[in-house]
């Protein structure tokens, strides 16, 4: 039997050490020099072994940084579909679902701003391109890992009509969708998401920790109040490596599946009856 390519030899010895924890999960490999010395081997042949546990998941290189071991996360799932008049994206929504499955939830206060919309946003929010509106801007993580970066934008109206705790960088603890049905008499009673996915930029590179050619989803959410009207936009970020999503249409049941653990125990209740 013909011996295999020495990239396959030598992606393979690579994750020996990923799989065994030499290499742990965020650990950098060595550079292509040190790789090339170590294994004797020419620099496209590394290169090559580098390209076949990137194809397997197992690292990524990130410019101007190197290569690094990718992080095993346990992707979280968010349903998209619910009751509008919650706002069950809002912070303490949040913040309870991701305790419903026993993971620890934070996010960081919210940055507020007063800005001209872009494009996208002023044209779900159906105002001009010029008008200010107010932004809430929010990082979010489960269990201390960066999981996606939250902006709601609402109408500068709004604040002279009276909800001007939309101003304050703090938390709305009731949701900002309830304060404005209580404060002002805006009722959220519908919401369209138009989901698209892309590169991240810059940022969010950083601040997923992130390849360049990675692939993120935007979700625009665009709530409705009671007259038809758009009372509020929010664009969430999640990295596709650690988010899924649920639509459900229709009357269905609450999802429920086994954890591996019971379905081991299932199956040992199964061999041994």
């Known amino acids: ?72 996360v346990d992707p979280f799932v968010s349903v998209l579909t619910g009751d509008p008049r919650s706002g069950s994206d809002e912070g303490a929504s949040y913040l309870s679902e991701v305790r419903d499955s026993h993971r620890t939830a934070s996010r960081t206060l ?13 044209r779900r929010l159906r105002v001009s391109p010029s008008t200010q509106v107010v932004s809430r801007h929010e990082s979010r993580y489960i269990d201390g890992i960066p999981w996606s970066l939250q902006t709601s934008f609402y109408p500068m109206d709004f604040i002279t009509k009276g909800a001007t705790r939309l101003l304050m960088a703090e938390d709305i ?41 990675a692939t993120v989803f935007e979700i625009f959410r665009t709530g409705f109040d009671q007259t038809g009207t758009p009372m509020r936009v929010t664009v969430t ?10 639509v459900n ?18 199956e040992q209740t199964s061999g041994s009856a």
């Open 1 to 72: 039997m013909a011996a295999r390519p020495m990239y396959q030899q030598i992606a393979e010895d690579l994750r020996a050490q990923i799989e065994s924890g030499t290499l742990p999960p965020g650990a950098q490999l060595p550079t292509e020099l040190e790789l090339r010395d170590r294994y004797e081997s020419s620099r496209n042949t590394i290169r090559d072994a580098i390209k076949r546990l990137t194809s397997q998941g197992l690292v990524e290189t990130r410019p101007g940084q190197g290569t690094f071991v990718t992080r095993r």
């Open 110 to 122: 919210p940055k507020v701003e007063i800005q001209v919309p872009t494009a996208d946003v002023s």
């Open 173 to 213: 603890t009731e949701g900002a969708v309830r304060y404005l049905g209580e404060t002002i008499g805006i009722q959220q009673v519908g919401v369209r998401d138009w989901i698209t996915a892309r590169v991240p930029d810059t940022n969010e590179q950083s601040f997923f920790g992130l390849a360049h050619d």
């Open 237 to 246: 970020v999640f990295p596709a490596d650690r988010n899924q999503f649920i």
């Open 249 to 266: 249409i229709g009357d269905v049941p609450a999802p429920e599946y086994y954890q591996a653990d019971e379905a081991d125990q299932l």
